[in-house]
């Protein structure tokens, strides 16, 4: 049976001991036993890791490398332990998270009082926002960000994509007609938004290459949620994310115009955090539970709201 765990606890003991026959005391075992075990490791390894002396023991280069990862391995094993053996009760703290106003609102919302059954402890800090936040500057620990991720030291876990469509009221299209070349949007009032990132653009799809078509209209909101209320009040065409008008497009308030051009139209969903050993239990209590039921909203196999 493989020991290794118990091979790296008896290790410990002996260099903090210094000794064999100290650390043997401690453990219970024989000085015999306890040299067995460490030659045993060292076998194994094909490396020694503690020069013997009759007075102190001293740590090879590689003894200092086993001891230290072995200590962290074990601690990171009794959290573990620990964890699972008080409950997810004892979980708590506040989770900063920042997320696009739709994605908050249709994607997130819904898992929250779940996660609260399984975490009542833990508090969300949450901040709806289309806008790119500075994890360090406002002090968020996750951010859900649709588009291309810049270059940072920062961790991400995917999420999904966001298919783009152009989608307009039935009404609105009574009255200006149904767009049906890329050449129709210049007469269309073409709703965009007016975050950093945004460009007065569409991409579209000529002769095979994707091109961005410039775009003008009556609104410029800093969300998504406002431009769509505004394409289903009939003002003029949106270009969205399928999982915003997911529940539109069924129910007919909202119709999708030049599929064929923005068939490629598409942005990569992103978790973003900072990760590495030292990251809060609160944090990654709060990824687990959420990116996964946030990836089956995207895939369209959670329930929608109503119209």
């Not at 086993?66 to 989770?95: F, K, W």
């Not at 289309?130 to 859900?144: K, P």
């Not at 966001?162 to 129709?184: C, N």
């Amino acid at each position: 049976m493989d020991n290794r765990a118990g091979e790296m606890q008896v290790f410990l003991r002996v260099v903090e001991a210094g000794n064999f026959s100290e650390a043997a005391r401690l453990l219970r075992m024989t000085p015999s036993t306890v040299s067995k075990l460490v030659s045993r490791i060292e076998t194994r390894l094909g490396v020694r890791l503690i020069e013997r002396s009759t007075r102190r023991l001293s740590l090879t280069a590689e003894g200092q490398i086993y001891y230290e990862r072995s200590q962290a391995l074990l601690q990171d094993l009794d959290e573990v332990e620990r964890e699972l053996a008080q409950g997810a009760t004892t979980t708590g703290g506040t989770v900063r998270v920042n997320i696009s106003v739709a994605l908050g609102v249709l994607g997130l919302e819904p898992i929250l009082p779940d996660f609260w059954r399984t975490y009542p402890n833990v508090t969300v800090d949450l901040s709806l926002s289309d806008e790119i936040v500075d994890l360090y500057l406002d002090r968020t620990d996750i951010a859900f960000r649709v588009g291309p991720l810049p270059d940072s030291g920062m961790v991400a876990r995917r999420i999904g994509v966001a298919r783009r469509k152009i989608v307009a009221s039935p009404a609105y299209l009574e009255q200006h007609g149904i767009p049906r070349t890329v050449d129709d949007l210049a007469r269309h009032n073409c709703l965009g938004f007016n975050f950093r990132r945004a460009a007065p653009v569409w991409p579209i799809k000529e002769s095979g290459r994707i091109v961005d078509r410039a775009v003008k209209g009556s609104l410029l909101a800093n969300n998504g949620e406002t431009v769509r209320r505004m394409a289903l009040a009939g003002v003029g065409l949106a270009r969205m994310g399928d999982y915003h008008v997911r529940a539109d497009l069924a129910s007919g308030l909202l119709v999708e115009v030049l599929a064929d051009v923005i068939a490629s139209d598409e942005e990569q969903i992103h978790a973003v955090f900072l990760g590495g050993a030292r990251m809060p239990q609160r944090v990654r209590v709060f990824l687990d539970f959420v990116v996964p039921r946030l990836q089956q909203f995207l895939d369209g196999s959670t329930p929608e709201r109503d119209g």
